[in-house]
């Protein structure tokens, strides 16, 4: 470790690990551009996945749109408020897990 260092920086470097203290320049910046390019990655997954409707929105529609083909002669309480009878297990079930078993 070189000497007089600032004390945040001694404590960096006393926690650098032993491959990166020994890197040569070139090699770090090959490193710092492969950290570059995953971090627009990330960004860019990022950006696409927020255009992904959340689980539960999702499901909802699906739900709200299969409720009344399921059940057609039936008036139907609001999908996050029903619940259905389950005649082959016995047992009430939400609705949302009707459509997408094991996610309620």
């Given amino acids: ?6 004390p945040i920086s001694a404590l960096v470097d006393a926690r650098l690990p032993t491959w990166l203290r020994r890197a040569t320049r070139s090699e770090i910046a090959r490193l710092e551009q492969r950290v570059l390019a995953s971090q627009r990655a990330a960004r860019q997954v990022n950006n696409q996945l927020a255009k992904v409707a959340p689980l539960e929105t999702f499901g909802k529609q699906l739900l709200e749109a299969a409720l009344p083909q399921w059940y057609p002669a039936q008036a139907l ?14 047992r009430n079930t939400a609705g949302i897990e009707r459509l997408a078993p094991g996610l309620a």
């Avoid at 470790?1 to 600032?6: E, F, Q, R, T, Y």
């Avoid at 309480?77 to 016995?90: H, M």
């Fill in 77 to 90: 309480p609001p999908a996050e408020q029903g619940w259905l009878w389950d005649n082959a297990q016995d």
């Fill in 1 to 6: 470790m070189p000497a007089n260092l600032p």
